[in-house]
């Protein structure tokens, strides 16, 4: 007879072997998920950018790409992502120039059933769209 000491290794097998490994299981899908959420809000956010009629549309339209797959990617986080364009001509869509947007995504460490996020780290996607040469502004 073990006396009861299986139920000592089972309490400490699951407390210092299992729940850590689904931790860190757990949390290998959120940095994957908002790390594409960032890669796709970059690119479509640039695009959108390049496509408006002025700067200040550019603007807009890329905050509304950003709004929008941040409605179906931060779910229970919310301001999870921000925005930010650049251009060569500050303040201008040139024909020839290009449009950067940076997309800042808060990525959580860990994931705890039951209990919620742990901490935090923000990842940076940038992605460049050219405006088209021969487009024309109203």
Do not use: K, N
């Not at 097998?13 to 970059?42: D, H, I, K, Q």
């Not at 950067?100 to 059933?113: D, E, G, L, N, Q």
């Amino acid at each position: 007879m073990s006396g009861g000491f299986a139920v000592v290794q089972w309490v400490a097998g699951l407390g210092l072997v299992v729940v850590p490994a689904a931790v860190a299981v757990l949390s290998l899908a959120p940095w994957y998920e908002r790390a594409g959420m960032a890669s796709l809000a970059a690119q479509e956010a640039a695009r959108a950018a390049v496509l408006a009629d002025d700067w200040a549309g550019a603007v807009d339209a890329a905050d509304r790409v950003v709004a929008s797959i941040a409605a179906r990617g931060c779910v229970g986080d919310p301001g999870c992502i921000r925005v930010e364009l650049a251009s060569t001509s500050p303040g201008r869509l040139d024909r020839g120039g290009s449009v950067s947007a940076t997309v800042t995504v808060r990525i959580p460490v860990a994931v705890v059933p039951f209990a919620g996020t742990i901490g935090g780290f923000e990842h940076r996607v940038t992605h460049r769209e050219t405006v088209d040469r021969y487009r024309s502004f109203p």
